[in-house]
């Protein structure tokens, strides 16, 4: 098994992105939803490209320091060329959750690479890095410095900070320079991060605003592994400037001819985000029949408790008539507020209960459900690993980030098709997208 590129996700929707990258542009990959065992490994000899989904984006940074290095090892050992360390296109994070500058010390510790690149700019997701800066599109599609997005109101790790060297320093103590706009277009990348490197910096940041500029860093970054094995952070940009460099090199196969994606009713929707993009999503798919089931997150944590089943109840009775049905915690971050449900981790679990229990209750219906949209980054990466999956693999692009992928299971789910989303991605009418409508 020759491997191109491993990569960890530090959430499931960020891992799927990954996924969509890859797939859709020729390179054969599986994303793996926990250390993968031998037998798994086995099902899929042709690959090129390996991924671990987990969730350290919601974990401290004792908790990283804990589990991230045997995660790292084990990837390590495939010894491909590259591998990353994937976050969120937005680098929301801060020193006590999903912190990126503890996750680098650690790929240096285990991998021991001469610089770690960071690369956040993503341009087919409207993400762009200036000047170390952090730019993103809003759900309006304006685009603003990341401290002005609706991001810097995330309830956990608020973007408060768009010079992402700064924000990095508050995680760690390393040096982290950059590689700007005008030394990728001088052509002295090489010549600046030898110097970068002798003075001391860790880690390398890389503008990143066209796809002129991602070709530029993925062609010198792919150059670079092929002398000695690089540790990676970003975002799917890093992907992105990788299968560049790759379709360069006339490395990739011929990308699967597109497909309109088949009508999958009921379609069943669970959300656990608070953010205005979803908001928009819930509102806009209420208005045009969808059922809508309100969840109270706090009740939800109750396993046992009466919430649950009556929401159990309300999902079988509307998924067995044919309708499309959205479960939800919150209608924005205003009714958000008024919430208090604990860790991220515990809602998502409790999420991923319900969804679970109601799989198996609609699986031997007339109309069972084969389609399925996980909204909220940290709460789906907690509610996907109670399914019992043990991989996911590309099935079809809906909209930039969020694709449509194939379940892998020891169970009756095998072959569930599942979407993934951050909070703030999608159009309006996403779910619709999703069904296939």
């Not at 950059?178 to 940041?205: K, R, T, Y």
Request: hydrophobic share 45%; glycine share 10%; charged share 20%.
């Amino acid at each position: 098994m020759s491997i191109l590129y491993t990569f960890y996700g530090d959430d499931f929707t960020g891992s799927t992105d990954v996924l969509e990258r890859l797939g859709s542009n020729g390179v054969p990959a599986v994303l793996f939803l926990g250390p993968p065992t031998a037998r798994h490994l086995a099902l899929f000899p042709d690959v090129k490209a390996i991924g671990i989904a987990g969730d350290s984006r919601s974990r401290s940074p004792e908790w990283m320091s804990a589990h991230l290095p045997e995660t790292f090892r084990m990837l390590r050992d495939f010894d491909a060329p590259v591998t990353h360390y994937k976050v969120c296109s937005t680098f929301d994070s801060s020193p006590a959750s999903g912190s990126i500058g503890r996750a680098i010390e650690i790929g240096l510790e285990v991998f021991r690479p001469a610089f770690v690149p960071v690369v956040v700019g993503a341009p087919h997701l409207r993400r762009y890095v200036a000047f170390g800066n952090l730019f993103a599109a809003d759900p309006d599609g304006i685009v603003q410095r990341i401290d002005r997005h609706p991001m810097s109101r995330h309830p956990v790790t608020p973007m408060h900070e768009a010079d992402l060297r700064v924000h990095l320093a508050a995680q760690s103590e390393l040096k982290v320079g950059l590689i700007d706009i005008p030394m990728l277009q001088s052509g002295d990348s090489s010549e600046a991060v030898v110097s970068l490197v002798a003075a001391g910096h860790a880690a390398i940041l890389f503008d990143t605003i066209d796809g002129q500029t991602q070709a530029t860093v993925g062609a010198f970054l792919w150059s670079q592994a092929q002398k000695r094995p690089l540790f990676a952070a970003g975002s799917s940009g890093l992907t992105a400037a990788l299968i560049s460099a790759w379709r360069a090199l006339d490395m990739l196969t011929e990308p699967p001819p597109h497909q309109p994606l088949p009508t999958s009713r009921p379609l069943l929707v669970i959300s656990g985000s608070c953010s205005e993009a979803t908001r928009r999503q819930l509102g806009y798919a209420l208005a045009r029949g969808y059922r809508g089931i309100p969840l109270d997150p706090v009740a939800l944590l109750d396993r046992n408790g009466p919430a649950r089943t009556e929401a159990l109840r309300a999902a079988s009775q509307s998924l067995a008539a044919g309708e499309d049905t959205v479960l939800y915690t919150a209608l924005g971050p205003v009714e958000a507020l008024a919430h208090e449900a604990g860790p991220g981790s515990e809602l998502g679990a409790a999420l991923g209960w319900l969804l679970r229990d109601l799989l198996a209750r609609t699986g031997a219906s007339p109309s069972p459900v084969r389609r399925v949209l996980l909204c909220g980054g940290d709460t789906a990466s907690h509610a996907v690993q109670q399914l019992g999956l043990y991989a996911l693999t590309w099935a079809a692009n809906l909209q930039p980030g969020v694709p449509l992928c194939r379940a892998h299971a020891d169970s009756e789910l095998h072959g569930l098709e599942l979407v993934l989303k951050g909070g703030q991605v999608g159009s309006e009418d996403f779910f619709d997208v999703v069904r296939g409508a």
